[in-house]
């Protein structure tokens, strides 16, 4: 049973782990000459299996319905056939007289399901040129498993970004003021945690890239803006102070104090942060107030930071 592509000629797939199901599409050719059978990768949760447990559940229906039709069909003809040898071997000249007739429903014929709409963002692995689209975010391609760091670090930071425009529409769609509210609380706070975890994987990426031979640093060293600069001193020459202006070092170091307070702390100021951040807003024990507009601020410079460090 043939399996249709979409009208740019990719083929639908999803996942088959149970607790990702990522829909996604893959280039028919690439599908078949540079995709192994026996293993492709989720582009988002990097999951493998062999290649014939990637079909949507629409794709296996209509393959199912299609095995159907054709049992039905072979049963029918061979209904037939005994009905007429049956019918043959009556005596033309016997008293009563049976014959047999089978009544076959003419057969259904199933057409292959209706490839889904082309998807936006299309991407080319960089290592083997295989071509895929997704929605959303992908972090591996689908044939040989590459994770591209520079990839997965613009995609976390758009998505920051989207998150934040949308935060008027989430408003105006939850009519309870205080769950309205909350939400975008936690949507802020979760995007200034995420940029910096989006930043802290890439400069771990490009530091192990970059300096294979050196030896592996501690767990986390880039979740903190000094530790991580002397590291990269240390590496290349370069600290993160040769690429940022003094205050956008400083604003960026109180942002990273931020996040720590936010994971760890549930938000509550402590001595610690004030010493570390240097930010005289706050006095111990009151709870951070962290505004869109702070969040914003800090993808740029960490944005500036990461591109800096690559070239
Ligand atoms: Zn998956
Ligand atoms: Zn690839």
């Known amino acids: 049973m043939p399996i249709h592509s979409d009208e740019e000629g990719y083929l639908d797939r999803e996942c088959p782990a149970q607790e990702c199901q990522f829909g996604f599409k893959i280039l028919e050719e690439d599908w078949r000459d540079k995709v192994r059978d026996e293993k492709v990768f989720c582009p988002f949760c990097g999951h493998t299996a062999q290649s014939d447990k990637w079909y949507t559940p629409e794709q296996v229906e209509a393959v199912k319905k299609a095995g159907v039709a054709q049992l039905q069909g072979r049963i029918n003809a061979a209904m037939k056939h005994d009905a007429e040898q049956w019918n043959r071997r009556q005596s033309p000249n016997s008293f009563l007289r049976m014959t047999m007739k089978v009544n076959s429903r003419p057969q259904q014929v199933s057409l292959p399901p209706m490839a889904a709409e082309p998807m936006r963002m299309k991407i080319t692995c960089p290592a083997c040129a295989c071509r895929y689209a997704v929605i959303g975010a992908a972090f591996f391609c689908p044939a040989c498993g590459h994770n591209a760091a520079d990839l ?155 591109s800096s460090m690559a070239s």
């Open 152 to 306: 997965m670090f613009t995609q976390s930071i758009n998505g920051i970004r989207n998150a934040l425009d949308a935060l008027p529409g989430v408003r105006a769609a939850i009519s309870d003021r205080d769950i309205a509210e909350t939400t975008v609380r936690l949507i802020i706070e979760n995007g200034l945690q995420n940029a910096i975890t989006a930043f802290q994987r890439y400069a771990e990426v490009l530091y192990a890239t970059r300096y294979p031979s050196l030896s592996v640093p501690r767990r986390n060293v880039f979740q903190s803006l000094s530790e991580g600069s002397s590291l990269w001193h240390l590496a290349s020459g370069k600290q993160y102070s040769d690429y940022l202006t003094t205050a956008e070092l400083s604003a960026l170091t109180k942002y990273f104090q931020q996040r720590h307070l936010l994971a760890h702390r549930d938000g509550l100021v402590d001595a610690d942060y004030i010493t570390r951040s240097g930010d005289s807003a706050y006095r111990e024990g009151q709870r951070l107030v962290v505004r869109d507009a702070s969040v914003r601020e800090c993808l740029t410079f960490i944005e500036k930071l990461a």
